[in-house]
């Protein structure tokens, strides 16, 4: 209870003078050479010097889609739970949910064997990776990931005057650590993985990752991005938030938006140091842009481990069925440890996007290493041979 009390007190003390913002105007307002940064969800371009991603011709007319399968959704949530609590607490929306919001703060610390003051909200982990970007950015600096990577943090931090050295993965598509780690050097403010890895779907091993993370954050902060690692069935893989008990300047991002499939509301955490979080709150609020109700969702969600279960279960089966289905077709597909699967295709991407549309299949396209490649969200089971037919009438 002093623990709730205290933090409340820093609210009013500390996180109030920022008068109300959520973001320091001179950032919203796009004050920086190359700011605003504007993302469209159905139309953001992969700036990567191994990546190019494609999209439908302006002009096309897509007909009903029958399968979305671009945005690494969860097609079976939210969880009944979650929607019972959102239609419960709607009636108390006319409140400012702080008090719910430190409650939910105390159950995920409590689960992440952190304490309460090691975790920021967020409406989703994307948002709380610009945020980083934007703090620690601001007086330039370079970012340090593995190329191909998930690239909200990246792209942000360019936006204000970052620079990014892309390191490419390994042949199996895995982090380089050895090379990003040289790649550190007397600019680097963040070095970021992304684990399991988006658009690639790999994993870097666990106790490698672990061994990376302790050295490399005694030199610069580390963020791990673990949106995925809840869908990493059979992986040898383990969350960096152990690091935390150990002092490390490591911060770990998760999302509400994958097994507990809530990506529509718009919670995520981090974990990190209390004097990193202070930096971030120092320019904007963490947990400022959820709303009542979202708390009241990711409350419930946490403890519906038989939902987990059951997303875990059935995403492992339908990409089990891709994988069948792929090797008979003759595709060779990375192995996947998300709830996507991305392998190399013979035809030009904005063509198998233009096919695959025409369809009803909504899926994603990318150039790497100048071959295009289909990246595929796992459906339901019904979706994914909806997607097999469609990839096996190509032509």
């Not at 609210?11 to 001179?26: D, R």
């Not at 949910?97 to 105390?106: F, G, T, V």
């Not at 666990?206 to 949106?227: H, I, Q, T, W």
């Not at 069925?321 to 008979?328: F, Q, T, V």
Request: net charge positive.
């Amino acid at each position: 209870m002093n623990q709730k009390i205290d933090r409340r007190n820093l609210l009013k003390s500390g996180l109030m003078a920022i008068g109300g913002m959520t973001l320091a105007p001179h950032l919203s307002m796009g004050a920086f050479t190359n700011a605003p940064l504007l993302l469209d969800p159905e139309r953001r371009i992969y700036r990567s010097p191994m990546v190019r991603e494609h999209f439908l011709p302006s002009d096309f007319k897509a007909p009903k889609i029958v399968a979305r399968l671009s945005s690494n959704e969860n097609p079976y949530g939210p969880p009944m739970s979650a929607q019972k609590a959102v239609a419960d607490s709607v009636k108390n929306g006319n409140r400012y949910a702080w008090k719910e919001m430190y409650d939910l703060i105390d159950k995920i610390a409590k689960k992440e064997g952190v304490p309460a003051d090691h975790i920021m909200m967020g409406p989703g982990s994307s948002d709380l990776l610009e945020k980083v970007a934007l703090v620690l950015f601001m007086n330039g600096g370079n970012v340090v990931s593995a190329d191909p990577c998930y690239m909200s943090l990246i792209q942000v931090a360019k936006s204000v005057g970052a620079t990014w050295k892309a390191v490419p993965c390994t042949a199996d598509w895995s982090h380089d650590l050895k090379a990003m780690e040289a790649a550190v050097d007397k600019d680097t403010k963040l070095v970021y993985v992304c684990n399991p890895n988006n658009p690639t779907g790999a994993i870097t091993k666990g106790s490698d990752l672990l061994d990376f993370c302790s050295r490399v954050s005694e030199k610069v902060p580390v963020f791990v991005d673990e949106a995925y690692i809840e869908l990493a069935v059979g992986a040898d893989t383990q969350s960096m938030v152990s690091l935390l008990t150990q002092k490390k300047n490591v911060i770990v991002a998760r999302t509400f938006s994958k097994i507990m499939g809530m990506a529509g509301i718009r919670v995520g955490y981090m974990a990190a140091q209390p004097a990193f979080l202070e930096r971030i709150n120092k320019i904007t609020r963490g947990g400022m842009g959820i709303s009542y109700t979202s708390i009241f969702a990711a409350s419930a969600s946490l403890d519906d481990q038989e939902f987990q279960g059951s997303t875990r279960k059935l995403n492992h089966e339908a990409k089990q069925y891709l994988y069948e289905n792929l090797d008979k077709m003759g595709y060779k597909y990375i192995p996947s440890y998300t709830n996507f699967v991305l392998f190399p295709v013979s035809m030009p991407g904005k063509e198998l996007l233009t096919k695959m549309t025409a369809k009803g299949i909504s899926i994603r396209s990318f150039d790497i290493q100048n071959k295009p490649w289909c990246r595929v969200s796992i459906g339901t089971m019904d979706e994914m041979k909806a997607f097999v037919g469609a990839l096996g009438q190509l032509s």
